[in-house]
């Protein structure tokens, strides 16, 4: 019989992110993102990405719309497969604290349940516009800057815990998008001045267990597809009030 998982290692280090508090500051009004997580393995010697996942997450005032994906590992007698499914898209108010989930990404998809979050409310999955909680970083120090792909970064490597286990990692930093509401971690961000927005991490007791989160920028421009969308879910919240 096939045996189907998911893979509690993303909800883990996903969860080190998915859970920064906001500061007050400047925003773009609108802007479309990549959300990618990749996992690696030791494999013939040398360290391999294995599976990655890509959530797209979209913002405009006040309000976020995150894509919601799961890595399942399908196992028979015979073969292991991994794939990436999509499981439903969030809708977060981030002025009235109202979140809807749907199963589809159009104007016409029904709402799947609506409910009220707090500043404790920890949210499963895809991008986390709201109670972010900071990594605990033990210590920071500044590495060369660096260009990638045309794009020039700030460096530093972190030394910090996350259920008690110690952890390195290499940090970027994108100081050409200082007003992004995306971030990996906002107290990190400001110390340094600029958004992290790329973190390689491993745990240091196994270094090969290498797990990257990093967000890609797509656009401060929503197409007319995804307004469409943002107009009908807005007006489902008028339709749909949470009690």
């Keep these: 019989m096939n ?4 893979i509690a290692g993303f909800a883990f280090a996903v969860a080190l992110f ?3 508090k906001g500061v007050r500051n400047i925003t773009l009004s609108s802007e479309a993102i990549e959300d990618v997580s990749t996992f690696w393995k030791f494999k013939n010697n040398i360290d391999t ?3 990655t996942i890509s959530e797209k997450a979209w913002y405009q005032d006040s309000i ?3 894509q919601i994906c799961s890595i399942w590992l399908v196992e028979t007698d015979t073969s292991k497969a991994t794939t990436i499914k999509t499981t439903g898209y969030r809708f977060v108010d981030l002025k009235k604290k109202w979140a809807y989930e749907y199963a589809n990404f159009t104007d016409t998809a029904s ?3 609506k409910y009220k979050y707090t500043d404790t409310t920890v949210f499963t999955g895809g991008w986390n516009f709201v109670n972010h909680k900071p990594i605990s970083v033990d210590s920071f120090d500044f590495l060369p800057d660096t260009i990638i792909n045309a794009i020039a970064f700030k460096q530093c490597k972190v030394n910090f815990k996350a259920n008690q286990f110690g952890f390195e990692g290499i940090g970027l930093f994108r100081c050409d998008k200082k007003h992004t509401r995306f971030k ?3 107290v990190i961000s400001n110390k340094i001045g600029c958004p992290l927005v ?4 491993y745990p240091i007791n196994n270094p090969h267990a290498i797990f990257k989160h990093e967000v890609k920028f797509i656009s401060n421009n929503l197409p007319d597809s995804v307004l469409k969308v943002f107009t009908a879910w ?3 919240e008028t339709i749909y009030p949470v009690q």
Excluded: A, H
């Excluded at 045996?3 to 998911?6: G, L, M, P, V």
């Excluded at 790329?198 to 991490?201: E, K, N, T």
């Design 184 to 186: 990996l971690d906002t």
């Design 64 to 66: 976020g719309i995150t």
């Design 49 to 51: 990405p294995y599976i």
């Design 234 to 236: 807005k007006r489902n």
């Design 3 to 6: 045996r189907i998982f998911i």
């Design 198 to 201: 790329s973190l390689r991490m």
């Design 111 to 113: 709402v799947k349940s």
């Design 18 to 20: 998915s859970n920064c």
